[in-house]
């Protein structure tokens, strides 16, 4: 009997068939891809095929090349803003409604968790065609509303001026995703043990000492994996700003992230000759990539190290998806 | 407690007050879309808030009527359900099999897989195209599909890998020395019992999928082959004031997934928060 176990269980080929099928498709369509795409940033060439090794060519140009640098680094400036005020406003509507949604019992609390991650459940484009509509500068619902409440001072052409397009999308980003860290923080703060704030409560803490000593702390772990995964998504948004700006980020490329950059030079192509560089958009996710990973390595460090094991999972489990 | 308890009663109205207000914020925008997708284009312009003062269903009928999203819709559909199929079917078997083949070979195709998590399948985006290219597969439909269930398996195969680790292996070491196959114990044991993990992978991979832009975009040109979502990138070109249709079509893309997520919020919440912390 003991034999059989061994014979069948143990049958190496059986269990790399098992893995084959998984294992081909990811090999061939992930892996191979991503570690491929860092490989052909040091590649040129025409149209869809980059046969000429050029070193750091595709870089040299991304980084000093007058036209191309000063797309490069206004996408790239500009992600950040657009990373800040998502991450300041998303996270921080998140964490609110965590805490009121922990706290005392409400009425109607499940009704308000549905709520609030509707957004999370929708097509990014569709919501920004929505909220496009609404900022619409003619008929748009939001300056309607301003003028009838006598705010028609600030009913502005609001995704038509550079000083507030990339603000907008940041904030219709943050309506869309702040679901997200909402149900993070909730399962957060629902694992913390009732007796700690019990005996805090006994000594005579407030709600606010009880939320930065006991709460925040015990929390970091998902701080930090709420910024990594901000950071990540930010870093390869693209959805949003084709929806309401287009994939040439204006007004006078304010709204311009790094996604759009990336599209333009590596897929579309620039206008007007639209044949796309692709060893330059190479370039471009190459950097997108070290990036993403020195972010993910800051963010582990800040938030993993003095919370111990959960903390750890950071690195490992916080890169979020495409 | 008491003290505290006061202080907690005074901040519930504004709790309420909070909680509305982002309410109306969240609802605002889906019923705009959903109510003026009914009116004519000037009601629109008079009124975007309030109801249809007259009905109409032009804007539905022309896209069910000689448009291609019905055919979006399909393709949309299609790629979606293979892919999903695909996911659990490769991420169930290779997550048994990192369970329980006993090796280091089976380490190394674990790390492999896990691996994955930590990279965005958006910077392979210029080789896949040409790998697109080279198969023939540009501008198809299914050209999509491999790269949504490589860009699936590896959180598929992590949030699997847990689960099967967790189930009482007696089950299966009684079978065995039944004499029984892997692959039918696979079948008739270990499916069975992962179904509720299953469930989540599902769900964290059907939102994204459904929703993606991306690979449609930069996959598909040809007008048939288009997905829903790529589809509705066309709307503001075509149709550029025909609003009623425009927001039609926006309404019925998220009618699928709403109603999927109003009929078990509870599996969508806990799926799609684990998928993003997880992945």
């Known amino acids: 009997m003991k034999r059989s176990v061994r014979k069948r269980g143990d049958s190496w080929i059986v269990w790399l068939l098992f893995a084959l099928p998984a294992l081909a498709v990811y090999t061939a369509f992930m892996a191979y891809p991503v570690i491929n795409s860092l490989r052909l940033s040091f590649y040129s060439g025409s149209g869809y095929s980059l046969d000429k090794f050029v070193g750091f060519g595709n870089y040299v140009r991304l980084f000093t090349d007058s036209g191309i640098s000063q797309r490069f680094w206004c996408a790239f400036g500009n992600t950040w803003v657009f990373f800040g005020i998502t991450m300041l406003v998303q996270n921080t509507i998140g964490l609110l409604f965590a805490l009121i949604l922990t706290g005392k019992p409400l009425r109607a609390q499940g009704f308000y968790r549905t709520i609030i991650f509707i957004p999370v459940t929708l097509s990014v484009l569709v919501t920004g065609y929505v909220w496009k509509l609404i900022l619409n500068p003619q008929w748009g619902a939001l300056n309607i509303f301003l003028t009838k409440i006598g705010l028609s001072s600030l009913a502005l052409p609001w995704l038509g001026d550079p000083r507030t397009a990339l603000a907008c999308i940041a904030l219709v980003s943050a309506w869309q995703w702040a679901g997200m860290p909402t149900m993070m923080f909730i399962a957060g703060l629902e694992r913390i043990p009732g007796d700690l704030f019990e005996s805090a409560q006994i000594d005579g803490a407030g709600i606010w000492r009880i939320f930065a000593r006991i709460k925040l702390p015990l929390i970091m772990p998902i701080v930090g994996i709420v910024s990594v995964l901000t950071f990540v998504g930010n870093f390869n948004a693209f959805d949003v700003v084709y929806a309401m700006e287009g994939a040439n980020g204006p007004p006078n490329y304010s709204t311009d992230l790094m996604g759009t950059f990336f599209y333009r030079t590596g897929i579309a192509g620039q206008h007007p000759i639209g044949i796309p560089d692709m060893g330059l958009g190479a370039a471009v996710t190459t950097v997108t990539f070290f990036v993403l990973f020195a972010g993910i390595l800051l963010a582990n460090r800040l938030t993993g190290e003095r919370s111990g094991d959960s903390g750890k999972s950071v690195a490992s489990r916080g890169e979020g998806r495409a | ?279």
């Open chain 2, 1 to 279: 407690m008491a003290g505290s308890g006061k202080v907690r009663d005074r901040s519930k109205p504004f709790k309420y007050v909070i909680l509305s207000v982002w309410t109306v914020l969240v609802l605002f925008p889906l019923w705009t879309m959903v109510v003026n997708s009914f009116k004519f284009k000037n009601d629109i312009y008079l009124d975007p808030f309030g109801l249809p003062i007259a009905l109409n269903l032009g804007g539905y009928a022309t896209v069910f009527k000689d448009s291609p999203f019905p055919r979006y819709f399909l393709n949309s559909f299609v790629v979606t359900v293979i892919s999903l199929a695909l996911i659990l079917f490769f991420g169930s078997l290779a997550a048994y099999s990192c369970v329980r083949w006993k090796s280091r070979a089976s380490k190394w195709i674990y790390l492999f897989f896990v691996a994955g998590l930590t990279v965005p399948i958006k910077i392979g985006s210029v080789n896949l195209l040409q790998i697109m290219i080279k198969l023939g597969l540009l501008d198809t439909t299914l050209s999509v599909v491999p790269v949504y269930v490589a860009m699936g398996l590896p959180l598929s195969v992590f949030t699997l890998y847990e689960f099967i680790r967790g189930l009482p292996m007696e089950l299966t070491e009684a079978a065995l020395i039944d004499g029984t196959g892997p692959f039918r114990i696979y079948r008739s044991i270990i499916v069975p019992l992962v179904k509720p993990a299953l469930a989540t992978v599902a769900i964290f991979n059907l939102v994204p999928i459904w929703n993606d832009l991306w690979f449609p975009l930069i996959f598909i040109r040809k007008d048939d082959q288009r997905t829903l979502i790529l589809g509705v990138t066309r709307l503001f070109g075509e149709y550029q004031t025909d609003w009623s249709k425009i927001l039609a079509v926006l309404s019925l893309s998220c009618v699928p997934v709403i109603l999927l997520y109003l009929s078990m919020a509870k599996q969508f919440i806990a799926g799609l928060t684990a998928g993003a912390v997880k992945g």
